[in-house]
């Protein structure tokens, strides 16, 4: 089936009595920049709603669409990354890692998923956590899961991007694994309690990060050692 299921919107009117239109409506009635594509029906919603679909929104809604389709089609075929998530129950409770959120993560980073086929470990089924056979069972999976899967895909990989989401001993020993390839880069992500999401903000209050402080004796007592102390403030 052919057709076409598309419409060409203006944003400010193309005349003057129109949805939007204004003084400039004959001169921007042909301009690209006062374009945008849209469904028939969303066309008609908009020029049915000039109250809600003001100028200025439908300039942002242009805006972003050209931003993400920019970031999208500008990624070039050596931006590939292959994926790693990896999960673990947390204080004896399952996690989830959504894989449409880790894709959209990487994309905006500049990069794209190598294959679809992104490689997982997957801890979260097992139970008895805190328990010593419960680590040391778990220990021995992680290992073997993990160099089944670097069997397959570390000769070949360039670039690694990480998404792990578990408990603490089980995040040690996967950077441990991880540091023992020949990984030529790797990039760890870090869920954001914030934001609830793998994008950290980009503006960062750093006023609200944590300081240190270090106090050194002036005079050192020859029968004591020296003494010094370091404070989170």
Known sequence: MSGNFSDMAHIIGAKEDGPRGGPDSDKLATDARNIIIVCKDC?????????????????????????????????????????????????????????REVEGTIIRSGYYPASKDILMIDRTQEDGDGTENYWD????????????????????????????????????????????????????????????????????DHAMLPGYRIERPQTVNSHRFPRSSIGIK
Request: net charge negative; hydrophobic share 40%.
């Open 137 to 204: 069972y778990n220990r021995g999976k992680i290992e073997q899961e993990f160099k089944r899967l670097f069997d397959l895909y570390g000769q070949e990989m360039g670039r690694l991007s990480v998404f792990a989401l578990g408990s603490m001993p089980f995040l040690f020993l996967l950077g441990k694994l991880i540091t023992d390839t020949r990984v030529n880069h790797v990039e760890v992500f870090q869920r954001s309690r914030e934001t609830q999401s793998w994008d950290w903000p980009v503006d960062i």
């Open 43 to 99: 066309h008609k919603e908009i020029d049915d709603n000039p109250e809600i679909y003001t100028v200025d929104i439908l300039l942002e809604m242009k805006k972003e669409h050209e931003y993400r389709i920019d970031r999208v089609t500008g990624i070039t075929v050596d931006q590939k990354t292959e994926v790693l998530i990896f999960k673990s129950k947390i204080a004896g409770r399952p996690v989830s890692v959504d894989i």
